[in-house]
């Protein structure tokens, strides 16, 4: 029996530079290439490296002209015995490698050789390797699988296709052009071929470097393909991306191994040389890169806000269903929708961003008034906060992006158990005026009233549940006095939140803290979680760049730096610096962990601007503590990370 090995992977690219091992074929059938060599003639020559395939092929190897079809080309690999199982023939046979090489390479794809795209400077493997690496993976129905380095998709395709719809399909790459390349592709493919659309997994590329950590992707694979030659010391980090019940990696090993290595449920690791082949070399970072990029991956992750979601849609739902328009006269505590004042929006005024009812007067009676203004720093620090904002933060806005993500960007949609129960997602979630009747209350301030619903303060605010529910003196009373220091703004934004579930008006940072000190008194959690982000989002956009140094107005010098103090300090740093300490404060004095592990950050990576201002002196004692076991944490999983990178064992030699 005859072998033979092909040979070239790619990361985001192959080298076609190849040598070939030994594989076993089955076919007895004379390739035609072999019958021309032997004929000779000037017409016949073969090409050095074809001619040493057929050397080490014993006569046996594929004709390498194109192909008609793709269904010709695999079954061409099939022949030579490259292709072994039918379900890798089929694989290939539903991911046409003409459907996924770019336009301009279309006249090369059928033909067994890699194709290289000098426009995104990578190659595509040959289709005799994708089938070998196919065969070695031996995917089966329900594992999860990575390609890393993607390239244009059509492995991770074919993997996806294999693994089925009960798997997973996943595709690093380092080229964003690869990584729109291969989604494309797989849109399409989807789009054209019911087979795969109804056998395969949905498809994911991600724009990663494997050796910089995405933590949420150790012990997750049952199966790793690796697109280019990596260094013999850097497979361990390969290996800690299989199950921990094990797995199986082919990968290529510098200098011209193609290694398959197994991970067993008891932890023990072996390799076995599969080839000898000739790849491109891994992207691979030097270990102070890897490591700072794991502190940063921990950085995002320790600041990463948690999961509040939305209660809107099904708040609006019993909003609803108790409005005077649904049902008969509604008890005192069941009325109907939103009706404030007129206030400034993007869209025009609130009533007609809102599409609500405006009440020709508030209603008259008299009522008692709410509880004194909880004791604390919390006010104190508040406004402190505000002047600190309006020196430091001149000109600064939320992006819409940004401004969205946090949750802030106009009408939520409706909430999964909504949409689950009406069969449809459906347009956005909003109280309609024809739902809902007159305002039977009014919020009393310093001056002005805001006539609203108590229905909807209900259901939306903690602290009005629990009036109505607990039977307050005052919870029947049609006027509630607002604590003096509220400012209308700040009360209208809550209100705004309360009927439309975000905070859009919000875009000012001083504001956020006003609308942040009324969600803390009413016990608004979701409000509160959007201040948060708000300001949160402050200090990482004043994280020392330039950038956002001109976004916030900061004046700049000839040379393009921003203008300093005396001293030598920018002031928009300085500025910063003091706003992060009061935030720090607020946030600690209030429970508001996200906002605290920001301020916290932004406090360690800049202490020396931060131990000069003026609020860092304010702190209690605890605060200050905080900021140094903060700054401990991080230098000792710096340590545990470097001793870590220097224990890791090598991997056994493999096996021929």
Not at 236 to 263: C, F, M, Q, S, Y
Not at 306 to 311: E, G, I, Q, R, V
Not at 388 to 400: A, I, P, Q, R, V
Request: hydrophobic share 40%.
């Amino acid at each position: 029996m005859a072998r033979r090995g092909p040979g070239e992977l790619h990361m985001d690219s192959d080298s076609e530079d190849e040598r070939e091992g030994v594989m076993e074929e089955d076919d007895e059938e004379e390739p035609m290439l072999a019958v021309r060599a032997r004929q000779g003639g000037p017409g016949n020559r073969l090409p050095l490296h074809q001619f040493l395939r057929l050397i080490a092929g014993h006569g046996r190897m594929m004709e390498h002209g194109a192909a008609a079809t793709n269904d010709d080309l695999v079954q061409s690999l099939k022949r030579g015995g490259v292709i072994q199982s039918d379900r890798v023939q089929r694989a290939m046979q539903l991911c046409p490698r003409d459907h996924f090489v770019p336009p301009a390479h279309r006249d090369e794809a059928l033909i067994d050789a890699p194709i290289r795209v000098e426009a995104h400077d990578f190659n595509i493997s040959a289709p005799h390797m994708h089938a070998t690496c196919l065969e070695a993976l031996a995917l089966q129905p329900g594992h999860k699988f990575l390609d890393v380095g993607s390239g244009c998709g059509i492995l991770t395709a074919a993997g996806a296709y294999l693994v089925g719809r009960g798997g997973m399909a996943v595709g690093f790459d380092v080229r964003r052009e690869c990584i729109q390349m291969g989604r494309e592709a797989v849109r399409q493919l989807v789009a054209n071929s019911q087979e795969f659309a109804a056998t395969a997994c949905s498809v994911r590329f991600e724009l990663q470097n494997v050796f910089t950590p995405a933590f949420k992707w150790l012990g997750q694979f049952d199966r790793v393909h690796v697109g280019a030659s990596c260094p013999p010391d850097r497979l361990a980090p390969l290996v800690a991306l299989l199950r921990p019940e094990g797995g199986l990696i082919v990968v290529p090993v510098a200098p011209n191994d193609l290694r398959i290595i197994t991970k067993r449920p008891n932890g023990t690791v072996t390799q076995k040389v599969i080839s000898q082949v000739r790849f491109s070399d891994l992207e691979v970072p030097s270990e102070a890169e890897v490591l700072l990029a794991t502190l940063r991956c921990e950085r995002r992750q320790r600041t990463a806000p948690a999961d509040h979601p939305s209660t809107y849609a099904d708040d609006v739902a019993a909003i609803v269903a108790a409005s005077p328009a649904s049902t008969p006269l509604a008890a005192a505590s069941s009325g109907s929708t939103f009706a404030p004042s007129p206030m400034p929006t993007p869209c025009g005024s609130f009533s007609e961003a809102s599409g609500a009812f405006m009440p020709g007067s508030s209603p008259g009676s008299a009522g008692e008034g709410m509880p004194p203004t909880p004791q604390g720093g919390a006010g104190g620090g508040l406004r402190r906060l505000s002047k600190l904002f309006s020196s430091c933060s001149s000109g600064f806005g939320g992006s819409d992006h940004a401004m969205a993500e946090a949750g802030m960007a106009g009408p939520q949609p409706a909430s999964p158990s909504a949409a689950s129960a009406s069969g449809s997602a459906g347009p956005p979630v909003r109280l309609n005026p024809e739902d809902l009747g007159e305002p039977d209350s009014v919020l009393m301030g310093a001056g002005w009233t805001i006539p609203v619903h108590r229905s909807v303060l209900r259901q939306r605010c903690d602290h009005f549940r629990a009036r109505c529910d607990r039977g307050w003196a005052d919870s029947s009373a049609d006027r509630v006095a607002v604590p003096d220091h509220f400012s209308r703004e700040a009360v209208e934004a809550f209100l705004h939140y309360c009927y439309h579930d975000s905070m859009h008006e919000c875009v000012d940072p001083q504001e956020a803290v006003s609308v942040l000190h009324v969600a803390l008194f009413y016990s608004c959690p979701r409000l509160v979680h959007l201040c948060e982000l708000r300001l949160a989002q402050l200090l990482r956009a004043g994280s020392g760049s330039s950038g956002a140094a001109e976004k916030r107005g900061v004046r700049r010098n000839g040379n393009g730096k921003a203008a300093a103090v005396a001293d030598g300090t920018d002031p928009d740093e300085e500025g910063l610096a003091d706003a992060a300490a009061a935030l720090l404060a607020i946030a600690d004095d209030n429970g508001l962990s996200h906002l605290r592990a920001v301020a916290l950050d932004w406090i360690v990576h800049h202490h020396e601007a931060v131990a000069r201002s003026e609020s860092y002196h304010n702190l209690s004692r605890e605060q200050v503590a905080l900021i140094a076991e903060e700054a401990c944490r991080l230098h000792a999983a710096m340590i545990r990370h470097i001793q870590r990178m220097a224990d890791q064992p090598p991997l056994p030699d493999p096996s021929y």
